[in-house]
Nanobody, 116 residues
Framework: QVQLVESGGGLVQAGGSVRLACAVSRGTFSNYQMAWFRQAPGKGREFVAF????????TYADSVKGRFTISRDNAKNTVYLQMNSLRPEDTAVYYCRAQVLANFYWGQGTQVTVSS
């Protein structure tokens, strides 16, 4: 079973930066398409960013475009989310997801809280 563990969340002031990491174990990481989602209190889970297995194609939600950067290091089996210019509305639990063919695997999430 593929396992994903997110890290790097915490409390940050508005305008600040945080880098999340998601370490993936088992399977072949370089085959996985990776994505970040988030879920704010009282809301559904929403898409944040996506990166293909090779890193050659990246997609962002409009709400984070220009502020967040997704990247991956296939040698370290890790995907990152660099979050800059954070806003209070970015407060959420952030989840990473691995996809291979029709199979999806989720991490347990990491809390990011942005204070105004």
């Amino acid at each position: 079973q593929v396992q994903l563990v997110e890290s790097g969340g915490g409390l940050v002031q508005a305008g600040g930066s945080v880098r999340l990491a998601c370490a993936v174990s088992r399977g072949t990481f370089s085959n996985y398409q990776m994505a970040w989602f988030r879920q704010a209190p009282g809301k559904g889970r929403e898409f944040v960013a996506f990166i293909t297995s090779s890193g050659g194609s990246i997609t962002y939600a409009d709400s984070v475009k220009g502020r967040f950067t997704i990247s991956r290091d296939n040698a370290k089996n890790t995907v990152y989310l660099q979050m800059n210019s954070l806003r209070p509305e970015d407060t959420a639990v952030y989840y990473c997801r691995a996809q291979v063919l029709a199979n999806f695997y989720w991490g347990q999430g990491t809390q990011v809280t942005v204070s105004s």
